[in-house]
């Protein structure tokens, strides 16, 4: 029997479907290709329902052999007009051939990909406390327009 206090529940609370513009090559930085790839809009469904705002960026180091690491910071209004503030740290994992064309906006099977990461929330009401008070953990799926993500709350 384990201790209680040690044991995780996980749920799924959140999926957000966030639409993206063609990215914007930095280049070789010598520890990747930097891109930023703008955030346009998306929605927001789950235990929150809202919009994405066309606010925000996926500041991306593109690796072909090493995992491509993500960072992204955006925006959503819930439909009740409350702002939230998001900032996901993640990882992608493929084969070369798959990172390419990942890249290259072409689709590529979900299964073929490791896309997880770590979004934390800021807010400004009482109401939805509990996004800035836990610990979230997603699983991504890259789209040649966007991303899908299901977030998962730890308890």
Do not use: C
């Not at 998306?42 to 329902?49: F, K, Y």
């Not at 439909?79 to 503030?85: F, I, N, Q, S």
């Not at 051939?97 to 009482?126: A, H, I, Q």
């Amino acid at each position: 029997m384990g201790n209680p206090h040690l044991d995780v529940d996980v749920q799924r609370v959140l999926e957000l479907d966030v639409e993206v513009d063609a990215p914007i090559d930095i280049g070789e930085t010598g520890d990747g290709e930097r891109r930023i790839v703008p955030i346009t809009g998306g929605t927001v469904s789950g235990r929150v329902e809202g919009e994405v705002l066309s606010a925000g960026a996926d500041y991306q180091l593109f690796r072909t052999r090493r995992p491509t690491e993500l960072v992204a910071k955006y925006a959503f209004e819930t439909e009740a007009g409350d702002r939230v503030y998001v900032e996901n740290r993640g990882i992608r994992v493929a084969s070369p051939e798959n990172k390419r064309r990942l890249r290259d906006g072409d689709e590529v099977d979900p299964e073929d990909v490791y896309f997880r990461s770590t979004p934390r929330f800021e807010v400004t009401t009482p109401e939805l406390s509990w996004l800035a008070e836990s610990v979230f953990v997603a699983s991504g799926v890259r789209q040649p327009r966007g991303v899908k993500l299901a977030v998962y709350r730890v308890g």
